[in-house]
């Protein structure tokens, strides 16, 4: 599913038969529409695929919403059966998100090409990849599940569906862009990487790892004394590996962590003041600093300028998704009061109106279990 499912607030509301196709629309979102039949071919596509069910199911488990109720009680197969509701309404409250950031790239005219389609493609494989390895090292497995990379996942969908939803990711990574003033085209993008060369250089460093804030500022003391960045590494330092050889932690490109925008600031032979990351506080000090080239690392800058855009570019669809109507066929639930991209239940009758309350209740099953 894509990021901006976590803008959404998704309730189950019951169990939806698949394969049945009426006139009235799943959902509206402002002037267009999203059809019964475009869900259900989503959900037929997602079916067809263990490996993207498995790869949904563990992106969910560690966004902390649980395990994945995908099938129906009692149901042995999603084809031609039911899915869970659960589900059901969070894919279609993703696609309204979707829907949502296209109406946005259409308003600010953005070009949308192949070339940025092929882009979106790549950062989803490379979402998923990210999601199985996590999953992995979570569980203490020694390899990751579900096909095992983004590439065999998403090689296990119908082509149209994997096109989709790299128009959909395109879309995303396009907002994420313009929200740093930028674009995906290899023109925006090495504008990126000459304005921020340093972000992408591949740097050499000593480190001294501490706890707290006071033991950072009592190393910070002590060198600007004229102790030696060896001996303060050597006698405070966390990390024994590189306190043993005088802080040196070696080279490498930082681009995309914690550390890269301390050590952006730094010139070669300069030490930061402490920083925290990570729960520990840090000392940082430059030692080298080698260029590299624009192509050597395209897709690092284009993980970067999303990165660095995603924050503002999701507060922007949101503040849009608060002003956009959206109304959901009663089958699926209701929108929000609020104005939000909300799917919830439609009401219940009353328990006392029941001929038999019990029947109504599903019967646990391995598919739902």
């Given amino acids: ?110 070009d949308v090409t192949a070339a940025d389609v092929s882009v979106g493609r790549a950062l989803l494989s490379r979402r998923i990849s990210a999601v199985l390895a996590q999953y992995a090292r979570d569980a203490g497995s020694p390899q990751p599940g579900c096909g095992g990379s983004g590439s065999v996942v998403l090689g296990s969908l119908p082509a149209w569906f994997v096109a989709e939803q790299s128009r959909n990711e395109a879309n995303q990574a396009l907002l994420d862009a313009r929200a740093v003033g930028t674009g995906l085209s290899p023109g925006s993008l090495a504008g990126y990487f000459r304005t921020h060369r340093t972000t992408f250089a591949k740097d050499c460093l000593d480190i001294i790892v501490v706890r707290t804030r006071a033991a950072a500022g009592a190393v910070e003391t002590a060198l600007g004394k004229g102790a030696t960045f060896a001996q303060e590494a050597a006698a405070a330092s966390l990390t024994k590996g590189s306190a043993a050889q005088g802080g040196v932690a070696g080279c490498g490109m930082l681009a995309g962590s914690f550390l890269s925008p301390e050590v952006a600031k730094l010139a070669v032979g300069q030490t930061s003041a402490p920083f925290s990351g990570q729960g520990v506080f840090w000392v940082v000090r430059l030692t080298s600093r080698s ?56 009401a219940s009758p009353p328990v006392a109106t029941l001929l038999s309350p019990r029947a109504d209740q599903p019967a646990v099953t391995a598919a739902n279990a």
Avoid: K, N
Avoid at 51 to 75: K, M
Avoid at 299 to 309: I, M, R, Y
């Fill in 291 to 346: 260029p590299v080239s624009f192509a050597s690392v395209h897709g690092t800058v284009v993980t970067t300028v999303v990165d660095a855009g995603q924050q503002l570019a999701d507060t922007q669809l949101t503040a849009t998704l608060r002003h956009t109507a959206v109304t959901v066929d009663p089958r699926y639930g209701r929108a929000g009061a609020r104005g939000v991209a909300l799917v919830t239940p439609p």
């Fill in 1 to 110: 599913m894509r990021r901006l499912v976590a803008l959404l607030v998704v309730v189950a509301a019951g169990v939806v038969v698949a394969g049945l196709f009426l006139p009235s629309p799943a959902a509206t979102v402002g002037a267009s529409s999203i059809s019964r039949q475009a869900l259900d071919s989503d959900l037929s596509a997602i079916a067809s695929s263990p490996d993207y069910t498995c790869f949904l199911g563990e992106e969910r488990q560690l966004s902390g919403a649980g395990t994945l109720p995908f099938l129906g009680a009692g149901t042995a197969s999603a084809q031609g059966g039911v899915y869970d509701t659960t589900f059901v309404d969070g894919w279609l409250s993703s696609m309204i998100t979707d829907r949502i950031a296209t109406q946005v790239v259409e308003r600010h005219r953005i």
